[in-house]
């Protein structure tokens, strides 16, 4: 790869990438369908296949509703599988929940250190979630990794959402790079898609979320088993 010996910035998914996806995610899931049901137990199963997700097993499938959409997504597409509320009162609870789950979070690796050494290095970073912008302020606080970051975004930043270019244009924007300097790394497709669609140097994809080697191969350039591999890319 002639494009990664120019990588200077990096802009990371939070959930699936940052964040071990089934450790933190499935419970909350299963909360979310819990407050979408009213706790109706039969509606939370139908609510979370109509998500993506197994409710007895908790297999999240790659690339679906729960694994990849943004909260807004999230709760039109559980009005649309009948629950109870408008789209407007849910996404408020579903805000809501996701920002108290940041305290039940587990991370990929240790992340101040990871972040410390990438800022070490000299590499402008950021994180461009789906998650509300306040749930991953609070991430990188409660991990320590809040100092190291150039720019955060969040579905509600203003900046798009994925797999819209937005997000690494305000990377770009705020750290005075151009896309072909920006790696991004995550852990769905439409990570890889954003990347692709504003012109990125390099896409790299991780299985710690609810993707596939199968499911990422076309629009990565690299798959890695975790972020702790990523600097062998760069
Ligand atoms: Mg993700």
New binding site residues.
Partial sequence: MVASKTIVGILF?????LLD?VKSWVPVNYELARIASKGDETLARVLLQAGGMDPDSGFVAPDSLL??GNTVEIATGMVGAGAPFTVEELTTLFDSLFARSADYAVPVTDLGVFFAGLHAKGYRLGVA??DNEKSIRETARRFGFDSYLHYVAGYDSGHGVKPEPGMVLGFCAATGLEPHQVAVV???NH?MHMGRSAGVGLTVAVLT??GSRQSLAAASDHCLADITELEAVL
Avoid at 13 to 17: F, H, S
């Fill in positions: 998914d939070k959930d699936g990438t996806y694994a990849a979630s789906s995550g852990d769905n990570d979320g609810t």
